[in-house]
């Protein structure tokens, strides 16, 4: 379902990014940099066009199919941040926040 | 895409100039050549008119046209060939660098501040070069020749004769089948006859009465005696004159007749104009093995350019070196028109302004009101008849077919005389003179018609230069086309598979684009282009386009620095090192200290690794050892391929300078603060039944009850001698220093008794790490301490074994990911002061224990066994913080760290060992 799933904070560095292929993890890594742009730009537009603030997801960067995906990473990583002894911006170890995203990946392979 | 030093009001109209071919006579290209230039060189610096100019078009109205520029060149026969261009463009771009201490723009974005060049003249001088080696084409006339200057000296025997001559064999190369190349724009070509006078050398009676003929014959407007060459060449240092053609004929060498080399190397050589030197023994040779009028070979053949330094991917300097010195012996001592006083330039100026006003634009008037007739005629005749014939046919409307039906054709092809093409010639006549209102209209039509006809060539070109007209029409009453152009290009791409054409419509679309501040569509133009077949276009293509998305209203820094990499990956395919390099240092200010370990190390060695073909290695060092300081998520196998990439440039740094100063290694890590210190022979505590009275050894853990028993236990006694009272200078005895002592003051040591430092080491990498002859580095000041009077105060270091005995470790293995401790032995010989600064050691891999990785080792150190030689010396320095002060509130306020010295022993005379051993008693219960 998904090949690459990446936390990214709001600095721009990586707090969990992992690929299924492992092969090819630097392409990856390229690419979800580089998106951050994309999801600049799409923030910008959110705010002149007022919306529901409480809305986070933003819209696909890519055509695919999935919002629900979102929602469950998303829940994974307000999980990860209630945890008392995890130090927001650092890189997310959390084995619960790792199988759930082993468990996105697994359906594509 | 990067500022530009020209607007793109200037660019476009500077690109496309009215061509004139100029034929000279073996005479009067040999007066040129006393300046060391041909006839159309003579002419460049002087192009451009310095004045408006008017003039009628069709309808009678004034047109003005300024800052009009023209473009002499000799006749080529031969079209350009492709390699050659590249090669050219290629040496072009090589050349251009961004100049040393260049301030460049800060730009923050976000949490960004990026350091970027504003501009890229490398680019600019490239597209230059680009417009002006196009080949000309038959589906348009742009740069197709509308002149001919015919050019004869006052000092030929029969200038008259010889004019007719020039005349007929003008005549014979546009007319005759033998030549397709150059391409004229009308076949009867303007006839501009020039008579060359030397006025140091010739007869000034003679030329003007020759003048007065030809004047009878070719009429006033049609001829023009141009006076050069009025200082004698040997007076050529009297007085400096500033020399216009040096800026010119290093770039331009497109159309240069010239042999000269015009190599990357060669451009610097141009400027130096110290040596006056004239040697005319070279210049008599060029003249002579010429054919009559040097116009049989294009300037851009390929095999003039034997030069080693300008072969593509040439990373060999040394040669590049040694030939950029026979360039410069070849190019110094050539002064570009030393015959020519500032009289003569003002001569050639009006020369020009005289052919412009005279010749050239009354043709050009003629030409187009004759085109303007044709089409009048044709439009009132044929195109009522054909467009209603075709509406008989084709049912009740011709319906607008989509540029992606026709795509199976590409298209037919009209002969050079079609009348079809009339209404091209006369748009393309009309954009030379900047006449844009007209233009537009006429490409217009020109392009509805092209595409009833399927010419898709033909309509893509009108298209293009449609968009372009459009754009500079003044007070622009209509708003830039794109599409039109995005049309045009795809189909110079894809139907006619005409890259080159293709690559011109997107770099003028891109530069009207940006003028704009249209930077997303520009930049999606620009990447659009990029294609396998040329890597420096591409690399350059996506430069721009970075530059792009930096230059956005809202800066997209990210996708700046990826397509940074892009370009920086094309450069470096392209052999453009230095290029590849620039950008991935520009990529890596985005990269660095994000968190981004794979991308930063990818362009941390990609960095190491082009520094080091540019042999800059102190730079190939630093990002060699950060891939391997930082913490490495690499896998195994590519951890072991940088660890090799960095012991073979350290090795050359090394071998480069054998004496320098160890390097200092970055692996393996050093716990500093683990190092334990033993003075002293190694003492079993336990040796069969005998225990030994101590608590100290290496080998044991630190154990605070124990010790706290030891020092109660020995304060007792230092009690009894002392009659009860300790003394207020009294520490208790350290055999052993750890992080846990107290080492806040000099140790003492024994001579003749080992010291025993232990040094934990740990390795980060995921492969093992071989440290061969290991040792203690040290510094030694030794001390008579019996002599009163000593105020030679030696300091020795390392390697005097008659002072200080080092034991040296000869192989240390430290597995991957491992911590590990080494211990290593000193044995003072003297007394005095010694200090342990570091441990020395080979780093190196172990041998074929790894496969080799996917990305390919350097040249030399290619696949297969490594031996042991595949190592580096170098040395790490032991420093070890104290404990954080925590006394006075100065201290507790402030972070102060106290000193540890550990490590700075004092040697002292020899002292009485006292060592006890006791039995051990077994018990039985």
């Known amino acids: 379902m998904a090949v690459c799933v990446a936390v990214i904070a709001k600095e721009n560095y990586p707090l969990y990014i992992r690929s299924a292929p492992t092969e090819n993890e630097l392409k990856f890594h390229y690419m979800v940099h580089t998106s951050l742009d994309v999801v600049d730009e799409k923030i910008s537009a959110m705010g002149k066009a007022l919306v529901d603030q409480r809305e986070l997801y933003l819209g696909l960067l890519y055509p ?13 990583y307000t999980d990860v941040m209630c945890n008392p002894f995890y130090n927001p911006g650092d890189r997310i170890q959390s084995r619960a926040f790792d199988n759930m995203v082993t468990s996105m990946m697994i359906q594509v392979c | 895409m990067a500022q530009c030093v020209q607007s793109v009001q200037e660019l476009i109209p500077d690109s496309f100039v009215p061509c004139v071919a100029a034929l000279c006579s073996d005479e009067a290209e040999r007066l040129t050549r006393l300046n060391h230039l041909s006839f159309a060189e003579l002419l460049k610096p002087f192009s451009r008119l310095t004045s408006e100019v008017h003039m009628r078009d069709p309808n009678n109205q004034l047109h003005v046209i300024k800052n009009l520029k023209i473009a002499v060149s000799n006749i080529i026969t031969q079209p350009p060939q492709p390699g050659a261009i590249r090669k050219l463009l290629n040496d072009v771009v090589s050349g251009s660098q961004p100049a040393e201490g260049l301030v460049a723009n800060v730009i923050t974005a976000g949490d960004y501040d990026l350091n970027i060049s504003a501009t890229t003249p490398w680019f600019e001088s490239y597209r230059e070069t680009f417009l002006q080696s196009m080949p000309a084409s038959d589906h348009e006339f742009l740069n197709h020749y509308l002149a001919c200057m015919l050019v004869a000296s006052s000092s030929e025997a029969e200038p008259v004769e010889q004019f007719s001559k020039l005349s007929q064999e003008q ?41 007065e003929e030809m004047k009878q014959k070719y009429g006033t407007q049609g001829c ?87 072969s593509i991917d040439g990373p060999d300097h040394v040669k590049c070196a040694s030939s950029l010195h026979e360039t410069k012996k070849g190019n110094t001592g050539v002064i570009h028109g030393a015959c020519l006083t500032l009289t003569d330039h003002d001569r050639i100026r009006q020369f020009i302004q005289e052919f412009t006003f005279r010749g050239l634009l009354p043709h050009i008037e003629k030409t187009i009101r004759q085109l303007n007739d044709q089409l009048i005629s044709r439009k009132g005749l044929s195109r009522s008849l054909f467009s209603a014939t075709k509406k008989w046919f084709s049912g009740s409307k011709v319906p607008e077919k989509s540029i992606n039906e026709l795509k199976n054709t590409s298209g037919l092809l009209y002969p050079p005389e079609a009348p079809e093409l009339q209404i091209r010639k006369m748009a393309d006549l009309c954009f030379l003179v900047q006449h844009y209102d007209l233009a537009y209209s006429c490409y217009h039509t020109a392009k509805k018609d092209f595409l009833n006809d399927q010419a898709m060539l033909y309509a893509a070109g009108a298209l293009e230069m449609a968009a372009v007209s459009a754009f500079l029409q003044p007070g622009a009453p209509r708003p830039y086309p794109a599409h039109y152009m995005d049309t045009a290009i795809q189909t110079y791409r894809d139907i006619c598979k005409n890259m080159v054409l293709a690559e011109r419509c ?15 569509e520009a930049a999606a133009l620009l990447i659009r282009l990029t294609s396998e077949d040329s890597d420096l276009r591409s690399a350059l293509l996506l430069e721009q386009a970075a530059h792009c998305f930096i230059n956005m209203k809202s800066p997209m820094v990210r996708k700046y620095a990826f397509h940074m990499i892009l370009a920086g990956h094309r450069f470096s395919k392209a052999g453009q090192k230095k290029h590849a390099l620039r950008c991935y240092c520009q990529a890596m200010q985005v990269y660095k200290g994000k968190g981004w370990s794979l991308a930063e190390d990818h362009i941390n060695f990609t960095i190491g690794r082009q520094s080091y073909t540019l042999r800059q290695l102190d730079n190939a060092v630093s990002a060699f050892r950060h891939i391997l300081i930082n913490e490495s998520k690499q896998s195994a196998a590519q951890q072991g391929a940088f660890l090799r990439e960095y012991l073979y440039v350290y090795k050359n740094v090394s071998q480069l300078s054998p004496d320098g100063p160890l390097p200092q290694l970055p692996l393996p890590y050093i716990n500093s603060s683990a190092t334990r210190v033993f003075f002293g022979h190694d003492r079993r505590p336990a040796d069969g039944e005998k225990q030994a009275a101590t608590h100290v050894s290496l080998d044991q853990e630190y154990d605070s009850e124990s010790s706290q028993q030891w020092r109660e236990l020995e304060e007792q006694v230092v009690a009894v001698v002392n009659k009860g009272i300790i003394p207020s200078n009294f520490h208790p005895t350290q055999y052993c220093l750890n992080s846990y002592s107290d080492n806040s003051r000099f140790p003492l040591a024994v001579v003749e008794e080992p010291i025993t430092v232990e040094v934990a080491f740990r390795n980060p990498l995921k492969v093992p790490l071989l440290l061969t002859d290991l040792s203690l580095l040290w510094k030694f000041q030794p001390k008579d301490f019996s002599g009163k009077d000593n105020e030679e105060v030696k300091e020795l270091v390392t390697g005097e074994p008659e002072m200080i005995g080092t034991e040296v470790i000869s192989e240390f293995l430290i597995n991957s990911e491992e911590s590990k401790v080494a211990r290593l032995k000193l044995f003072p010989h003297h007394i005095g002061e010694l200090h342990i600064l570091g441990v020395v050691y080979n780093l190196g891999t172990i041998q074929g224990s790894m496969t080799v990785d996917g990305i390919g080792a350097l040249p030399g150190c290619h696949t297969g066994k490594y031996s042991l030689s595949m190592s580096v010396r170098g040395k790490q320095d032991l420093e070890i913080q104290g404990p954080r002060l925590n006394n006075t509130k100065e201290e507790k306020t402030s972070i102060k760290y106290g000193p540890d010295r550990r490590l700075d022993p004092i040697i002292t005379e020899e002292m009485p060992l006292l060592e006890r051993n006791q039995r051990k008693r077994k018990c039985i219960i």
């Open chain 1, 64 to 76: 695919t199919e999935d919002y629900k995906m979102f929602r469950k990473l998303h829940n994974s």
């Open chain 2, 171 to 211: 005549h014979r190369i546009q007319h005759n089948n033998d030549y397709s190349y150059p391409k004229w724009f009308i076949p009867n070509t303007l006839k501009y006859y020039v008579l060359l006078h030397d006025v140091s050398a010739g007869d000034e009676q003679r030329a003007e009465s020759i003048y």
């Open chain 2, 224 to 310: 023009y005696l141009l006076k050069i060459n009025s200082r004698a060449s040997n007076r050529a240092s009297d007085e400096q004159i500033p020399d216009p053609w040096s800026q010119y004929l290093q770039k331009n060498s497109i159309q240069n007749q010239d042999s000269y080399e015009d190599g990357p190397c060669a451009i610097t050589s141009n400027k130096n104009s110290d040596s006056n030197l004239l040697s005319l023994d070279g210049l008599d040779n060029e003249v002579k093995d010429g054919l009559p009028n040097n116009f049989r070979a294009h300037p851009l053949q390929l095999d003039q350019s034997s030069d080693p330094s300008n």
């Open chain 2, 506 to 520: 997107v770099l003028l679309s891109a530069e009207i684009l940006k003028s704009q501040s249209k930077y997303s």
